[in-house]
């Protein structure tokens, strides 16, 4: 026990444990009641005996209010003050240079979800955040910086994983400039997503206990027609294209209303299989503190997730839904050996398991836009399984009857450091060494198996109905592939120096990196890099950094592996100036800073392109005796000259805090010009040898953009709120892309936006066969009324691939974040909100899409119902109906072309900490209970859709959790 905490202040019995609770956060307990105050004596300090009195000290007193009143946001690493992450360091906000931006793990924890990523929507300006796919276990977002994917780096090392807790997070920060990365060379051109984990402070253990526990929703799952208006339309898509109807009055009548349900089925298929909520749920148990000579963190965390398909335990007794379970341990400890002498420790372990039906869960969601409610029954009369030759696999039958899936995956993860003061030598002088060992192991296991459908066969003589059997229930799979055994070798050696001299401050940094990386079985890929950073301030006014790396890589050509990347950095702190005295008190502090660079990226060399690979070819076959023999053909073209991509980086931008720091500002212009960039030639290249040609260095990108983010925070007596927000424009355009020779300059791809959709321009529908006429022709097709109609942009009369142009806006996408919270007396309450604008997505279901099956056709969403016919020509939203694809209404065209900003509540969470009266009682210095959710409203254009889902995976979801911390 801590001499400091040495005064007996109550005694409780909890659950048969005797705590005795002293005048500080230790609590001694003890199961032998009897021997309990027998064994130890404890001393009152003399200040105690002789004011006589057994009460609190202040500093317990002190953590109790500061925990229950607390903010929980990112204020600490904004102000001017403050220490913020950089590369293999920290540096004071007030002297920081480079671009960057950092949330702190605790304003993230309010999010339930399992990936960090998923935290971070409106956090970081620059950092733009969008999902797809809600596959539990595979449901990483798309993170994009500055229009590029950052490189994640973990406590200083590169690491692919963005599924951990966030209880280990101490902060997160986005590096963008060139001098921000410079240290990682040709690894850094994209920026970095930064994440500092928790470690041990010189401090009375703090034991932390969360346990959560939620609901999950899907949102926008797809609402397709009924039995009765799918095979009405159906009919008229088969009319539309002059083709005969297949349903007949009696088959919509008996559609409509239900009067056969096993021979003219109406199968909602989305509520058959999948449930309307799914449970997840979150343990967590973290301890944190130490002494002047050893500090620690150690955190355990469990987490379950379930998904939405539907199971019977009367079938299996297995697992057949879709679930995730993690279970992660890290441990950072950091020991002074000596004065001088710092060795840490950090371990991670993470397990993950998951699994999935046999038929797989991306098979599933597929079935379900392919199959109409009409095209069998769940179950035949006699209980069997629906099916027929057009659908032969029943979706029930592949949720709960075709096995099941598991994967696992493990990570294992160790850093070692020592850190070496050399002040005897040189004051300010250090040297330190570190070492990380990673591995990553997944495997994926088959017990899949095969099931029968049924479908029903009427004797037209004695009307007895019997089954034809399709497929069979075979013998359940048992085999399993390992798809990732890779393990990283980092290590890093640097040389300091950080030294104050009157009004000068110099910081220098020396470093060696080697970066090993074996995936599966293929060679190693190593990064080396020899790197130097030099900070200089003067009197906190002016300052200057300089950054650099000479880094290579192995999978260039030998002599042509190693280059050079440089960055400077600027910054003068207006507000200390002696002719701003008279504002400081108002202007607190105003900073200009500016950065330009030069960087790079590795990331698309390819495993040895400069060689010259042979792929096996056909087998050659000869006579007399019957023989054969295999051949070789030449692979894609070997690149002798491949080198790097690379980036020239400017930046300026402001900072500034003012009224005692209760606002602050920061704002960002940036200019990225990529060039050397990949790909392959499609200019002055020969198709006579018929060889594949390789990427080349020649595409040239620009990306550039503002970036604003502005806070408040206060307090009104025991009311304590904050507010802040961001917003970020972001701007790409193509510089050189070797296209081909186009008639119109409007179809040139190179000076429209990266990755611009091209395609035609919807100018409506034809609404008569006059217009038609009329109208320029359709090379290749004759348009009908009810078709879309397409602007000839050459004026020439025929409409062709020669008027495409870009489609959508090719304005920046802006995208931006709200975040508030207030506290008032330990009732607590923060949200997030974020939103896009100038964001377009591609939106074309195609209904009654052939399955490939002998005469089956898959599904149609409701919205055909709006399609164009005669009678609604002028209120019609869609083309008229095909079956499948039209030649002329699929084409890709700005009609298909959709808004999809939005505005969304992403979290909001409530809570409330107990007063210190009720908790200090059983020992605890904080008990606080709260409840969050995610994904709680949102405001879009699309209708139907998510907009960042759309349709074809597995929706978005809703969370509303609830849970409560513990701290003692």
């Known amino acids: ?361 991306a098979s599933i969601y597929g079935a379900l836009l392919t199959t109409p409610n009409n095209a069998y029954p769940k179950f035949n009369e006699n209980g069997s399984l629906g099916g027929n030759t057009e659908f032969q696999n029943n979706l029930y039958g592949m949720s709960v009857k075709s096995g099941y899936r598991p994967s696992v995956n493990r990570n294992l993860g160790a850093d070692i450091s020592l850190m070496q003061k050399l002040d005897t030598f040189l004051p300010g002088l250090y040297a330190s060494g570190a070492v990380s060992f990673n591995s990553y192991y997944n495997e994926n296991i088959n017990r899949s198996k095969s099931f029968a459908v049924y479908s029903p066969v009427v004797n037209p003589v004695t009307n007895q109905t019997s089954y034809k059997t399709i497929g069979g229930d075979g013998t359940q799979s048992n085999s399993s592939s390992p798809t990732d055994l890779n393990q990283q070798i980092f290590s890093r050696f640097d040389l300091g120096y950080d030294k104050t001299i009157d009004k000068n401050t110099f910081k220098a940094q020396l470093l060696f990196i080697r970066d090993s990386y074996v995936l599966g079985g293929a060679l190693s890929q190593v990064n080396q890099s020899l790197g130097g950073r030099f900070n200089y301030d003067y009197d906190n006014k002016y300052l200057l950094e300089l950054a650099t790396s000479y880094m290579g890589y192995d999978r260039y050509k030998p002599g042509s592996q190693w280059g050079f990347f440089p960055s400077v950095g600027l910054g003068w702190n207006i507000a200390n100036e002696s002719f701003f005295a008279n504002l400081k008190n108002t202007i607190n502090s105003l900073k200009l800073r500016t950065s330009y660079g030069l960087t790079a990226t590795n990331a698309a060399a390819g495993y040895f392109q400069y060689l010259q690979n042979f792929d096996n070819g056909d087998t050659f076959y000869s006579r007399n005796p019957l023989t054969t023999s295999g051949t070789k053909d030449e692979g894609t073209l070997a690149n002798p000259n491949i080198t790097w991509e690379k980036a020239r980086k400017f930046n300026i931008g402001i900072d500034a805090s003012i009224l005692k720091d209760k606002i602050w500002l920061t704002a960002d212009y940036y200019r990225n010009s990529y060039y050397d960039l990949l790909q392959t030639r499609r200019t002055n290249a020969s198709a006579v040898i018929g060889a594949v040609l390789p990427p080349e260095n020649m595409g040239k990108n620009q990306y550039s953009g503002v970036e604003l983010a502005l806070g408040y925070q206060n307090q009104i007596n025991n009311f304590k709120y904050f507010i802040s927000a961001n917003g970020s424009w972001s701007a790409s355009k193509v510089v050189f892309n070797d296209e081909p020779f186009r008639k119109n300059a409007y179809e040139y791809r190179t000076g429209q936006p990266v990755g611009q959709t091209f395609g035609y321009v919807a100018d409506g529908f034809y609404n008569s066969t006059a217009e038609i006429n009329n109208g320029p022709k359709v090379d290749g097709y004759l348009p009908v009324p009810g078709d879309i109609r397409y602007k000839d942009l050459n004026n020439d009369g025929i409409i062709n691939t020669y008027d495409m142009t870009a489609i959508g806006s090719t304005k920046p996408v802006f995208f931006y974040g709200v975040t508030g919270g207030i506290n008032y007396k330990g009732l607590d309450f923060s949200f997030t909100l974020n939103g896009t604008a100038n964001r377009n997505v591609y939106f074309n279901f195609i209904n009654f899409a052939s399955t490939g099956a002998a005469g089956g056709y898959g599904q149609a969403l409701e919205s055909s119902l709006l399609r164009w016919t005669p ?47 009720l908790i200090k009682l059983v020992g605890f210095t904080n008990i606080r209970v709260f409840a969050n959710g995610l994904n709680l409203l949102t405001a879009t254009t699309l209708d139907g859709v998510d907009p960042e889902v759309l349709i074809g995976n597995v929706p978005n979801q809703r969370i509303f959790n609830f849970g409560v911390n513990l701290q003692f």
């Open 871 to 917: 009678a609604t020509a002028i209120a019609a939203k869609y083309p008229r109906l095909s079956v499948g694809n039209n030649p002329n209404n699929s084409q890709v065209s700005s009609f298909w072309v959709k808004n999809g900003s939005y505005l969304r509540l992403r979290n909001v969470e409530i809570g409330y900490s107990l007063p210190a009266s």
């Open 1 to 361: 026990m801590n001499g400091t905490y040495t005064s007996i202040i109550k005694w409780t019995t909890l659950f048969g444990v005797l705590l005795l609770l002293a005048n500080g956060a230790d609590v001694l307990a003890f199961t032998n009641h009897d021997n309990a105050l027998k064994s130890r004596e404890f001393q009152v300090p003399t200040s105690e005996r002789k004011n006589n009195k057994r009460t609190p000290n202040d500093s317990l007193s002190k953590l109790r209010d500061s925990l229950r009143t607390k903010l929980r946001n990112s204020v600490a690493v904004t102000l001017p003050g403050n220490d913020v992450p950089v590369l293999f360091g920290t540096q004071k906000n007030v002297k920081r240079i480079q671009s960057s931006a950092t949330v702190s793990g605790e304003e993230l924890k309010s999010f339930p979800t399992p990936q960090v990523g998923l935290m971070l929507y409106g956090k970081l300006p620059g950092l733009y955040v969008v999902q797809n796919n809600f596959q539990l276990g595979s449901d990483e977002p798309a993170i994009s910086l500055r229009g590029r994917t950052p490189l994640v780096v973990i406590d200083g090392v590169p690491r692919s994983y963005l599924s951990i807790d966030p209880e280990q997070i101490e902060s997160i920060s986005v590096i963008k400039d060139a001098l921000g990365t410079a240290l990682y060379g040709m690894k850094a051109a994209d920026g970095m997503l930064l994440i500092t984990t928790k470690r041990g402070a010189n401090m009375p253990k703090q034991i932390t206990f969360t346990s959560q526990y939620g609901i999950q929703q899907q949102i926008e799952r797809p609402k397709f027609l009924d039995a009765f208006n799918y095979a009405t339309l159906f009919n008229e898509a088969l009319a539309n294209d002059g083709r005969q109807p297949i349903y007949t009055a009696a088959d919509l009548d008996k559609y409509k209303n239900g009067t056969s349900p096993f021979t003219h089925p109406n199968v909602n298929w989305t509520d058959e299989i999948l449930k309307a909520t799914a449970p997840v749920s979150r343990q967590n148990l973290n301890l944190r503190g130490g002494t002047d000579k050893v500090r620690y963190f150690v955190d355990l965390d469990y987490l379950s997730q379930s998904g939405f398909l539907v199971t019977d335990p009367s079938i299996n007794t297995y697992e057949t839904n879709n679930s995730f379970k993690r279970y992660s341990f890290r441990s950072n400890i950091d020991v002074d050996l000596t004065k001088s002498t710092t060795l840490s420790v950090s371990l991670f372990g993470r397990i993950r398991n998951s699994n999935q039906p046999g038929s797989t869960v």
